[in-house]
């Protein structure tokens, strides 16, 4: 069991207005009974032309420096200027100019240290332990941004660990994350297929599956509506998940409909999560007028 929530800001300029980390943490802490074991948070914020921004797992003491260090040669390897950096947390954060090829950026930069996320607007930030724990190291209630996704995870099947954790990023491409609450029972067989075309995987999570799955899909100029709907014939298993990127935010349910999902929707917001109590934490003491969507469904917002 695990919970999920995402939100997104309709109309908000460049996004430095709206508390888009408050609001996770507030939706999270809602339904943090749903997986006490580890919290992260996908957000999305301003963005500069040519500029990616990293983080990266690397540990603490000389095992940070060591990851650091042939992190930042791969990053010179590929022309990758460093204009920001810094240790917080167990991750290393930089902020390259960068115009070169992505995906192999991301694959060389993967065989040096554990890479969180890449994107021109996304950062992942995630670690063991709620909401509140994670914010209280990474800080997550400062930021202002458009949209971004949350997870809150209960260890089933695999060790808890920060790695582990959710949201989890297409691995080569930029700005796409997922959250998701199920399992893939095919799991393997679409990762094979991706693989015999040159993907590469960076963990055993079948989130990591889905959003490789869409970006593939995004990168051959299928729009993320049509490429959720064919997830839902392609995927095998009980599934609710949640998927951005810089422009969109979008979900789609399989059609048993056995992982729950509720959402609230205005001219200025739209809200998902796993249970209401989490939408109940953005308006304390206001009626909410949510719906669930219904089995097989799936549905994307576009800033």
Same mark, same amino acid.
């Given at each position: ?9 309709k109309?908000t300029g460049?996004g430095?207005?709206t508390?888009?980390g408050?609001a996770l ?5 809602g ?6 074991d580890?919290?992260g948070?996908a957000?999305y914020g ?10 990266? *797992?690397v540990?603490s003491?000389? @095992?940070? @420096?060591?990851a650091?260090a042939?992190?930042k040669?791969i990053?010179? !390897?590929?022309?990758a200027t460093i204009?920001e950096? @810094?240790i917080?947390g167990?991750?290393?954060r930089?902020?390259?100019e960068? &115009?070169?090829?992505?995906?192999k950026l991301s694959?060389?930069l993967?065989h040096a240290?554990k890479?969180?996320s890449?994107? &021109? &607007?996304?950062?992942i930030v995630k670690?063991i #332990? ?7 190291t ?5 930021? &202002?941004?458009t949209?971004g ?7 089933t099947?695999?060790d808890?660990?920060?790695?582990a954790?959710h949201? *989890?990023?297409?691995?080569? *491409?930029?700005?796409?994350a997922?959250?998701h609450n #199920?399992q893939?029972?095919n799991?393997?067989?679409?990762r094979?297929?991706l693989?015999?075309?040159?993907f590469e995987?960076?963990?055993?999570n079948?989130?990591?599956l ?5 970006? !593939?899909k995004?990168?051959q100029g ?6 959720l709907?064919t997830s839902?014939d392609?995927?095998?298993g009980t ?6 990127t810089?422009? @969109?935010? #979008?979900y ?7 992982k ?5 929707e ?6 998902i999560?796993?249970e209401?109590v989490?939408?109940n ?6 009626a909410?007028?949510t719906?669930e969507p ?10």
């Open positions: 069991m695990c919970g999920i929530a995402g939100i997104m800001y109309e460049d430095r207005n508390s888009t408050q943490i507030d939706m999270l802490d339904c943090q009974h749903r997986g006490p580890s919290t948070f957000l301003d963005m500069q032309p040519g500029h990616l921004k990293l983080r990266f *797992f540990g003491g000389s @095992e940070a @420096e060591k650091v042939r992190i040669q990053l010179s !390897d590929h022309s204009e950096d @810094e917080i167990n991750n290393y930089a902020v390259v960068f &115009s070169g090829n992505l995906q694959y060389d993967e240290a890479v969180i890449i994107g &021109s &607007s996304l950062e670690d #332990g709620g909401a509140h724990d994670v914010d209280a990474y800080h997550v209630h400062n930021f &202002s941004g949209h996704l949350g997870h809150v995870r209960l260890a099947e695999s808890v660990k920060p790695e954790a949201p *989890f990023w297409a691995t080569g *491409f930029a700005d796409i997922i959250v #199920g893939i029972t799991y393997w067989k679409m094979r297929r693989q015999q075309r040159g995987f960076n963990t055993d079948d989130s990591e889905i959003a490789v799955y869409l970006a !593939d995004l990168q299928v729009k993320l509506e049509e490429a709907k839902i392609d995927l095998d599934f609710s998940f949640l998927v951005s810089k422009e @969109e935010i #979008g789609a349910k399989d059609r048993l409909a056995v729950p999902m509720v959402m609230y205005t001219d200025d917001m739209i809200a999560a796993s209401e989490s939408l934490k953005l308006f304390p003491g206001q909410l007028n719906m219904a089995p097989g469904t799936f549905r994307t917002w576009h800033r």
